[in-house]
C-alpha cells in the first residue's frame, strides 16, 4: 500500500465512527430508558450522579466514540484539504530548504480517495512552475517534491553545459512544436549559500548546505551561484555547483530522442528541483504520471534549521509564509 498512515486513519475512523454510532443509536437510548424508569420507581428522587451510575457507558465505548469527531475532521482535511510534509532534503533550495514543513493543497489536482489514490473529482491540473509533491515513480512508497517545468506534449531540454531549460508546447508525436516557451535566465551571482562534500563511514558521499555571508568560505566549502529562472509567468531563484557536470551517461533515455531532449507523454509530467546540480529528478528517472500527483505545495508553516539526516539547531521563523 502506498500510504501505510492513511490506510490506519482510515481503519481507526471507520472503527471509531461504528463505534459512535452503536452508542448514539443503540445503546444510548436503552440507557435513556434504563435511567427513565429508575426515575419514575423512585418519584424523581435521584440526582444525576446517581442516574449515571444506573446507566453507566463503558469505558471502551466512551473513549471510542470520543475520538471519532477528531479522527474524522483529522481525515477530512489531511486527505482533501492540506497535509503537512516535511522537507528531507536540498533538491529544492533555495525555494525550500532542508527543515522546512510545508503545506500541500490536496484539491489542488483533484479530489482523491485516501487510499489508491484514485481521483474521484476532477478539480485541475498541474501549471509550468507549480511546486508539486508526488509519488515517486520508481518507488510509490515515496514522496518528491519538485517544480514541474513540462506539461503533457512539451519538448523539454536541457543543456547540461549552460544549464537552461527549453521548453517547446505541443510536441506530442506526429504534429509539430509550437512556438518555444519563453524562459530567460538572470545573469549568474553566488549565492548565499556554501556547499560542503565529505564521506561517511562505509564511504558513503555527504554532502550540507550552509548559509554564509559572501566573501566568507569554509573547509571543503563550495559557494553555489544562483540565477532567477523564468519559466513562462513565474520567476523563481534556481541554485548550480560551479565545478559540477551533469552525468549524462545515466540521463533516461526516451526512445527516438537524442539525449537531454524528452516530450512528455500524455498525462505525466516532467519535474526538476531548482538545485539543478544536487536534485534526482525527470532527468534521470523520466515522467511522473497524473495519478502520482498528491498536491501543490502552498505555504511553510514551521522551519527548523537542521541539516540532512541530523537533528534541528535552531528555528527559523522569518520563512514562515507563503513559497514564492
Known sequence: MANMFALILVIATLVTGILWCLDKFIFAPKRRERQAAAQAATGDALDTKTLKKIGPKPGWLETGASVFPVLAIVLIVRSFIYEPFQIPSGSMMPTLLIGDFILVEKFAYGIKDPIYQKTLIETGHPKRGDIAVFKYPDDPRLDYIK???????????????????????????????????????????????????????????????YQMPKGQSMDDGVRLAERKETLGDVTHR???????????????????????????????????????????????????????????????????????????????????????
Not at 534556481?238 to 537531454?260: C, E, F, K
Open 238 to 324: 534556481i541554485l548550480t555547483v560551479p565545478i559540477a557536470q551533469d552525468q549524462l551517461g545515466i540521463y533516461y533515455r526516451q526512445s527516438n530522442q537524442p539525449l537531454a531532449t524528452w516530450i512528455v507523454p500524455p498525462g505525466h509530467y516532467f519535474m526538476m528541483g531548482d538545485n539543478r546540480d544536487n536534485s534526482a529528478d525527470s532527468r534521470y528517472w523520466g515522467f511522473v504520471p497524473e495519478q502520482n500527483l498528491v498536491g501543490r505545495a502552498t505555504a511553510i508553516w514551521m522551519s527548523f534549521e537542521k541539516q540532512e539526516g541530523e537533528w534541528p539547531t535552531g528555528v527559523r521563523l522569518n520563512r514562515i509564509g507563503g513559497i514564492h
Open 147 to 209: 517544480r514541474v517545468v513540462g506539461l503533457p506534449g512539451d519538448k523539454v531540454t536541457y543543456d547540461p553545459v549552460s544549464k537552461q531549460v527549453t521548453v517547446q508546447p505541443n510536441c506530442s508525436s506526429g504534429q509539430a512544436c509550437g512556438s518555444a516557451l519563453p524562459i530567460t535566465y538572470s545573469n549568474v551571482e553566488e549565492s548565499d549559500f556554501v556547499q560542503t562534500f565529505g564521506r561517511r563511514t562505509g564511504g558513503e558521499a555527504s554532502s550540507g548546505f
